[in-house]
């Protein structure tokens, strides 16, 4: 099945959102070609972009990504220095919302509600 150019990107926890165009007022983040957009503290497996962007955060600190040439975002083990789990998907959009996705589990509700 052949994906379509410009659709949302779900990669582990990182949603990529495509937007039409970016908001007003944004503030630059620097990087060297990559960037890690979510890092796992315990298990060390970090969510990075690498290739030809711009990463751009508001004021409430949500985050955008313009794509100015081939990029991609892998997953990949910092502990070892090696690909993790999930494939290396290219983002196509010009512009992306990031949003750290939240998976919704009965069980892991009931699990929080028992410990409180």
Do not use: C
């Not at 990029?71 to 959009?93: D, F, G, R, V, Y």
């Amino acid at each position: 099945m052949k994906k379509e150019k410009n659709q949302f990107i779900q990669h582990g926890d990182v949603g990529f959102h495509p937007i039409q165009k970016l908001p007003k007022n944004l503030k630059e983040i620097k990087h060297d070609g990559t960037f890690i957009v979510a890092l796992g503290e315990q298990t060390g497996h970090a969510h990075q972009l690498k290739g030809n962007f711009k990463v751009l955060e508001d004021k409430k600190k949500l985050r955008f990504i313009m794509i100015m040439g081939k990029t991609e975002i892998e997953h990949w083990n910092t502990l070892i220095q090696s690909p993790a789990e999930h494939k290396t998907l290219p983002l196509t959009a010009p512009f992306y919302e990031v949003k750290i996705e939240e998976d919704y589990s009965p069980i892991t509700e009931e699990i929080y509600k028992t410990n409180d």
